[in-house]
């Protein structure tokens, strides 16, 4: 028994009137069409996936955005599917994962060298709220110098 929710794949209009038999009889809900781009959607995705649509678009090299909410095991989350130098790559990640980036592209926005490491130090204190060392065990010889 899987997970639903609601998934959906956007692509370019031109793909999708190149290919709009093919994909209409793939059965998923047409969500949005606009002069760019076209969205599809599935509230009763299982686990976010829309298999068909997304091996098709993979199959045949087509760029598209995917974005499913989250489920009793699993975050919301989105992916990108985008040709980089002839290939096309797939980039999936949960929205804890997005808003992290969103905040790394933030500091590195910073032309400040000063103000830029100050931002990292601050995130980086947030998600590590104190430095974590290795475990010394009561028999090490650091565990039993410091003690004393």
Not at 117 to 143: C, D, M, Q, R, Y
Request: hydrophobic share 30%; glycine share 6%; with cysteine.
């Amino acid at each position: 028994m899987g997970d639903r929710t609601y998934a959906a794949v956007t692509i370019n209009r031109h793909y999708y009137d190149q290919n709009k038999s093919v994909i209409d009889e793939m059965g998923y809900e047409l969500a949005d069409k606009s002069e760019e781009t076209v969205t599809f959607a599935d509230d009763q995705s299982n686990y976010g996936n829309m298999d068909d649509i997304e091996n098709f678009c993979q199959e045949h090299n087509i760029e598209y955005d995917k974005r499913w909410q989250a489920g009793d095991n699993y975050e919301a989350g989105e992916e990108h599917a985008r040709i980089v130098k002839g290939i096309l790559n797939v980039h999936t990640m949960s929205d804890s994962g997005f808003i992290v980036l969103q905040e790394l592209k933030t500091i590195l926005a910073e032309t400040d060298p000063i103000k830029r490491e100050a931002l990292l130090k601050k995130k980086v204190k947030e998600h590590e709220p104190f430095e974590v060392t290795p475990l010394k065990g009561p028999n090490s010889i650091h565990f039993v110098l410091e003690d004393k």
